[in-house]
């Protein structure tokens, strides 16, 4: 799988973590030619029966950007193997 490179310097980014158990956060910003830790953030995953529904997930990381007090939309969202469902039709 190849991914894209963008010509546009980004100056601000966010990278999550989202764990079973814990969802870890941060918040780097562009100082000259290096990247400098703004801020981080440790919150405890949402709890879901069987699927975690997208809403719960939007408000979960909206909550984590909050936390975060970042400016940016651009995120690197980081999940298990293991937290891939695949829907089994059978």
Known sequence: MTVPF?????DQ?????????TTKAVYLQRKGERFS???????DAPVYEKKLSPEMLAEHLKSVMRS???RTKQ?????????IHCCDTR
Not at 75 to 83: D, H, K, Q, S, T
């Open 6 to 10: 963008h010509s546009k310097r980004r």
């Open 13 to 21: 980014i966010v990278a999550v973590d989202l764990g079973t158990r």
């Open 37 to 43: 830790l703004s801020n981080f953030t440790l919150h």
């Open 68 to 70: 975060l007090g970042a």
């Open 75 to 83: 995120m690197v969202l980081v999940i298990g193997v293991n937290a």
